[in-house]
């Protein structure tokens, strides 16, 4: 059965007890799903603070993922991994078995749900291990019983104490418990062509380019000029996440009625200004009309993306492509954001918690195998040490950026994130409202039609909230 978030959160409610022995490590458990095997004790918090997990008893680790990225870097840094074939591995007498389920149509979360919600009554074999979650839904899921607690695997605040704040802050249970470790810290930035910039606005120089995008004003004054010289400055979707990353309030208030921010209403109206001058398009995200402008005859001045976005997007391995030519360059932008990131959750009922601690450990927290990871994978660690080591190196050179280091840049970036106006709700909220207003921009429909058509979606989506 496909259950969506609403029946996901309520069944996780009524279920609270089912991972009673996960969550719990001041008393001894004998709950069967900490494991086939599990003895009355083994889960008992040891003295002097430390955790003293049952002994694995599964012979398979089951991962949940929606694509190849965590896959890819386990496979390529993990000490000891041993690649199978396209779904399956070994880690010393361990299968590993990866399930992808892509994210369209919301596929990955519905399958999750499903396997999540079947863990007690499943077999050692399919019973989930680790799944992984974006900061769009992790709430979602740190807020059930379904998500493990850091602390009851035994990973203390100072195993955690290099990375980001932020990071953690997303995966946080509403009682400030940590229930994922992310490898990435995803601050995020203006990817900006070279040879465009020298043509707009006379530099290719970060410190140039920042200064003629350092605010929205400015941002739309280049926009104008770029588009005077024959370019478009981005797609509208690229510059939405810079806005709904800065925004005053949550998407959805304590009172249940959805908020359209003063910053989201700003979007709005600067995108249909630029829309309108041909300074911006409204090509969907990853569409090929978007990916255009990753050679020069497409004509695009900007991106806007994080570190994993120089390594997933901008195709340097092709011949004819800005980033084969280390054509790019990197600066801050109008405002400080981030996007995206993966955070690695343990399953309540995990029958393998010494590894998947140890997984959990060496991918978000070992400096070595993070500092591989940012040199080989062009990626942003969360590892304030590492970032400022590399930062500081030729270690950091990008060679899509021109050589350019990055790493200082981002790393301010990721000091300045705070998410107190994050929401459950910010997925469905961001996407609907994209959706809508782009009937707007393209002169389909008036702004509040376009509002309409979102509050309509939205009400769908979450029949809990009101529109008015």
């Not at 004819?320 to 932008?333: K, M, N, P, Q, V």
Request: with cysteine; charged share 25%; net charge negative.
């Amino acid at each position: 059965m496909k259950k969506r978030l609403v029946s996901l959160l309520t069944v996780a409610a009524m279920t609270a007890t089912m991972f009673a022995a996960c969550g719990n490590t001041d008393t001894a458990s004998t709950d069967a799903s900490a494991g086939d095997g599990a003895k009355a004790g083994e889960t008992a918090t040891a003295e002097g603070g430390a955790v003293e997990l049952p002994e694995d008893t599964g012979k398979t680790l089951n991962i949940q993922v929606w694509n190849e990225e965590f896959k890819s870097r386990v496979t390529d840094h993990y000490p000891g991994y041993e690649e199978v074939d396209a779904t399956h591995g070994k880690i010393g007498d361990v299968d590993v078995v990866w399930t992808i389920t892509p994210n369209e149509n919301n596929a990955y979360q519905n399958h999750l749900d499903e396997q999540l919600t079947n863990q007690e009554s499943a077999s050692a074999d399919d019973k989930v291990d680790i799944f992984l979650v974006e900061a769009d839904y992790a709430l979602k899921y740190v807020d059930t019983p379904y998500a493990m607690k850091l602390s009851d695997l035994g990973i203390t605040d100072a195993d955690l104490a290099d990375q980001y704040t932020y990071t953690q802050d997303i995966v946080k249970d509403s009682e400030g418990n940590i229930k994922g470790s992310s490898w990435q810290a995803c601050s995020a930035g203006l990817i900006y062509n070279r040879e465009a910039a020298k043509e707009i606005i006379g530099s290719d120089d970060p410190a140039d380019v920042q200064a003629a995008v350092a605010d929205w004003d400015k941002y739309n004054e280049t926009a104008e000029k770029a588009a005077e010289a024959g370019y478009t400055m981005c797609s509208v979707n690229d510059t939405y996440r810079v806005y709904s990353n800065n925004v005053s309030s949550k998407w959805v208030g304590d009172d249940g009625k959805v908020v359209i921010d003063k910053n989201i209403d700003k979007w709005i109206d600067d995108s249909k200004k630029l829309v309108d001058s041909k300074a911006e398009d409204t090509d969907d995200l990853w569409s090929d009309d978007w990916a255009k402008g990753k050679t020069s005859k497409g004509k695009v001045f900007c991106y806007f993306g994080p570190a994993w976005f120089f390594n997933f997007c901008l195709d340097a391995e092709k011949d004819g492509t800005i980033a084969h030519d280390g054509g790019w360059g990197f600066c801050e932008g109008p405002q400080s954001y981030f996007w995206g990131g993966t955070w690695m959750c343990a399953a309540a009922g995990t029958d393998n918690p010494n590894l998947v601690k140890e997984l959990i450990l060496t991918m978000t927290t070992d400096k070595a195998v993070l500092k591989e990871i940012a040199t080989a994978d062009s990626d942003c660690v969360n590892s304030k040490s590492v970032l400022a080591d590399l930062a500081g190196s030729d270690e950091g050179n990008i060679a899509l950026l021109g050589g350019q280091n990055p790493y200082e840049e981002l790393a301010k970036g990721a000091d300045k994130i705070v998410l107190d106006k994050l929401s459950a709700y910010d997925q469905g909220c961001n996407e609907e409202l994209q959706k809508a207003m782009k009937n707007y921009f393209e002169g389909n429909a008036t702004k509040d039609e376009a509002l309409d058509m979102f509050k309509k979606a939205i009400k769908e989506k979450y029949p809990n909230v009101t529109t008015d």
